[in-house]
């Protein structure tokens, strides 16, 4: 596994950091009790997503559409974390918590 | 020409300030003011007539024809009706005789009403049957004239019913009014009929002018085998007996009486009642084409001249005895008309319009001064105490019983002529009736005007079935509120006296428009008539065929007249025979029959009333015991479908709406537990979902 690590860099490694990644997205915000945890969770989330489309446009035919969206993803990542934090603060304003455990007001 | 609507609407206008604000007027301005509106709305519409008559006797006698369009009125299909009035020869001679006659009336009105604290009312009313009746006469198509022929039923009803706190004021007003409307009845569905033909022959109308064309269309047209000429006019002349008074519709005029006397005198002798034979005249050129209805209707005439004139003979009322004399000069009347003789027809209708209108007044005249006494029995004598009415009331008895010069005696020898030349049997009835009425009514003038007073006069009532009783209750109505109880009578006042003056000379007179050829007279009546009655073939060259003849009727009727006379002469004022004997005759049994006026009325009782009134209770009956039934029947049942569907609501419908309910209930209560609101919670669902999927999709 070492030995290997000394040839080239392929896809797969790419693939391989972005899915860790996800985990760690999803384990964060699976986990997280703070809000802007959860945030910083979705943020991971996306950013694995990115590594993805880049490492497949750039090992694949596909030319730069793969690339474009990543660059999507990364404004639509900042317009979303904008928008969640200040969601956050609003739900911080009001309830004086930002504990997503405390924040069950829409429970059926 | 502008002005003939004036003539009907300023009568309207009349009755329409009267009967709104006349209370007020007659509280602060006074009575006269009441009275001076309507005798001068009257008499302003007798102007215009004048200046409407002047106007057409300036023009050529074919071209008398003045018009005034007031406002399209119906136009529904093939109909196209106007308001419209007409003056021509014809109407025009009715519309001087009611707006005259009418205005005296007027006049008189405000003598006769002098403590009745209602004269507002009465002015009201009285103007507005002038409307109805200048309506009636003026129309210029069939529709306008129904509507006054029914104006002029309503007024009269109205009027009969003046005094409407007596009940059996108002019932009188209610048969009067009942009668007429089975003659109206009969008068719409011969309108309908004519205009449903005519319509049928691409004719639709039913203006007079265009009728009198139209109608040569209906020769040969036949309704169930009947001449369609024939039919529609005899529903029509249905209609005419009942606003005329004609058998077997007659008996609501008598019972009018209890009307106040200006209303008997103007609207149940001189203008309503001559509605009847107005009409025929105005559509003569269509019962000229039904001979079958002009025998009808000169049978009827004479039947009823005869019949109503042997009723007058007995009575004791005074103004019961002029009743029966209307009907029976209406008689007259319709007996000229079924001769084909319309002009001498209307020449009586004017002629009677005065000497009956002066009777009846100076039948008022006297029942104003004897306190509302009506009974002839407690009258007498009143020759000295009352010159004016006793000279006036004289020279009109003189004229009805046709003496010469007087005007019924050129009106009504006129219509014997021509019912000879038609029929001598018609002319039998009629001399004998002439004689008839020259008896009763000279008996009147000798009841009331010469012998002893006898007011006060106790009277034996043992055999007078209910005629007397009715005579009472007439008299008793106006219950006397004049609180003067004295029992001096004496001279009425001008307003009763002049209108009396004034109608006597025009019964003195009138008769000299219609002087015959044979009495060297040039008759200008029938000449101002001839170019409306033109197209009836009225040849009046058929007179100078028997001359001698003529002269011999002539003098057969007035001597049959002055054996009337003398005949009541001896009768009631020699004494020489005594009425006894009479009403003795045979047993006793035709002085009841006249007396209780054939029983005429209780022979409607007995049938047409006791009919309906049987009939009636046999509806209630059926109405209560199947009808009801069927309806309470089906009530039960609808309760019984209506207690199994409730039933069935209840368990089935209502069971199954609630166990929706349940099970959304419960699907919900299980549901929610899912909705967590922790957003770690919704993730992982999320998660497992997607991870589902992804799975799913890879195998």
């Given at each position: ?108 | ?244 008074a004609q058998i077997?519709?007659y008996?609501?005029l008598p ?46 005439g004479a039947t009823t001249a005869i019949f109503a004139a042997t009723i007058a003979v007995t009575q004791?009322?005074?103004?019961k005895v002029l009743a029966y004399s209307t009907v029976s000069q209406l008689g007259y009347?319709f007996v ?16 009677h319009?005065?000497?009956k ?43 009805i019983a046709g ?5 019924g005696?050129?009106?009504k ?15 039998g009835v009629g001399l004998a009736t002439a004689g008839l009425t020259a008896f009763y009514m000279f008996r009147q ?115 049959v007249a002055?054996?009337g006379?003398?005949l009541a ?21 035709p002085?009841?029959l006249s007396f209780?006026k054939y ?101």
């Amino acid at each position: 596994m070492l030995g290997m690590s000394m040839t080239t860099v392929g896809l797969s490694h790419y693939l391989m950091v972005s899915l860790v990644m996800l985990c760690l997205g999803l384990f964060c915000v699976l986990t997280r009790r703070n809000a802007i945890g959860v945030l910083m969770g979705i943020e991971l989330i996306l950013n694995s997503a990115g590594i993805n489309f880049v490492a497949v446009s750039r090992y694949g035919s596909a030319g730069f559409d793969g690339q474009v969206v990543a660059v999507f993803i990364v404004v639509l990542a900042a317009a979303e974390s904008a928008i969640g934090l200040a969601v956050v603060l609003g739900i911080y304003r009001r309830m004086r918590a930002i504990d997503t455990s405390r924040l069950t007001t829409l429970q059926g | 020409m502008q002005a003939l609507r004036w003539i009907v609407l300023l009568p309207l206008i009349g009755a329409a300030i009267n009967l709104t604000i006349g209370s007020r007027i007659q509280r602060s301005v006074g009575r006269a003011a009441v009275a001076v509106l309507g005798s001068g709305i009257a008499l302003a519409a007798f102007a215009i007539s004048l200046t409407g008559f002047l106007r057409l006797r300036s023009l050529e006698p074919e071209s008398r024809l003045l018009i005034d369009t007031v406002l399209p009125w119906l136009h529904v299909g093939t109909l196209d009706v106007s308001i419209a009035f007409q003056l021509d020869p014809l109407s025009a001679v009715m519309v001087l005789v009611v707006t005259g006659v009418g205005s005296l009336i007027h006049i008189y009105s405000y003598g006769y009403m002098d403590e009745d604290p209602a004269l507002w009312r009465f002015f009201g009313l009285l103007n507005l049957f002038l409307f109805a009746m200048l309506t009636l006469v003026l129309g210029d198509n069939i529709l306008v004239m129904f509507v006054g022929w029914e104006g002029v039923g309503l007024c009269s009803w109205a009027l009969i019913g003046f005094w409407y706190k007596d009940r059996a004021n108002t019932a009188a007003a209610d048969k009067a009014f009942l009668f007429n409307r089975v003659g109206d009845f009969a008068f719409l569905c011969g309108t309908m009929l004519l205009f449903w033909t005519l319509s049928g022959l691409g004719h639709a109308t039913l203006t007079f002018r265009e009728l009198d064309t139209a109608a040569a269309l209906l020769e040969g047209q036949a309704l169930w085998g009947v001449p369609v000429a024939t039919l529609a006019t005899l529903l029509l002349f249905v209609g005419a007996t009942g606003k005329s008074a004609q058998i077997p519709l007659y008996v609501w005029l008598p019972d009018a009486m209890a009307g106040p006397t200006p209303v008997s005198a103007l609207i149940h002798a001189a203008t309503m009642v001559t509605a009847g034979v107005y009409m025929v005249s105005r559509l003569h050129v269509l019962f000229s084409m039904a001979p079958l209805t002009l025998d009808v209707i000169a049978v009827t005439g004479a039947t009823t001249a005869i019949f109503a004139a042997t009723i007058a003979v007995t009575q004791h009322d005074i103004k019961k005895v002029l009743a029966y004399s209307t009907v029976s000069q209406l008689g007259y009347m319709f007996v000229a008309l079924g001769c084909g003789a319309f002009a001498a027809g209307v020449f009586h209708l004017v002629t009677h319009a005065f000497f009956k209108a002066c009777l009846f007044l100076g039948a008022g005249s006297v029942i104003h001064a004897c306190h509302h006494e009506q009974d002839m029995r407690r009258m007498g004598g009143l020759r000295s105490k009352m010159p004016l009415t006793f000279w006036t009331f004289l020279i009109s008895t003189m004229a009805i019983a046709g003496l010469p010069p007087l005007a019924g005696f050129f009106s009504k020898d006129e219509i014997l002529w021509k019912a000879y030349q038609h029929s001598p049997l018609l002319w039998g009835v009629g001399l004998a009736t002439a004689g008839l009425t020259a008896f009763y009514m000279f008996r009147q003038v000798f009841l009331v005007f010469f012998g002893d007073n006898r007011a006060g006069a106790v009277l034996d009532d043992a055999h007078g079935g209910h005629g007397a009783h009715d005579a009472h209750g007439a008299a008793a109505a106006h219950d006397d509120p004049h609180g003067h109880h004295g029992h001096e009578v004496h001279e009425s006042a001008a307003p009763i006296t002049l209108p009396l003056v004034l109608l006597a000379f025009g019964a003195l007179t009138v008769g000299w428009l219609g002087i015959p050829s044979a009495l060297g007279g040039s008759n200008l009546f029938t000449e101002w008539l001839a170019p409306v009655f033109a197209a009836a073939g009225e040849h009046h060259g058929a007179e100078h065929e028997g001359l001698e003849l003529e002269y011999a009727l002539m003098a057969v009727s007035v001597l049959v007249a002055f054996a009337g006379i003398t005949l009541a002469y001896l009768v009631y004022i020699r004494k020489s025979l005594s009425a006894d004997t009479f009403s003795r005759m045979a047993g006793g049994v035709p002085y009841r029959l006249s007396f209780n006026k054939y029983y005429v009325d209780e022979f409607y009782y007995g049938t047409v009333v006791a009919g309906g009134l049987a009939l009636s209770r046999a509806l209630g009956w059926f109405d209560k015991n199947v009808i009801d039934g069927v309806v309470n029947g089906a009530a039960a049942m609808v309760r019984g479908v209506a207690f199994l569907s409730g039933g069935i609501d209840k368990l089935v419908v209502d069971g199954l709406v609630n166990f929706t309910a349940r099970a959304l209930d419960g699907a919900g209560g299980a549901l929610r537990l899912v909705q967590t609101g922790n957003i770690n919670a919704y993730v992982y669902v999320l998660l497992i979902g997607v991870t589902a999927v992804l799975l799913t999709g890879a195998w």
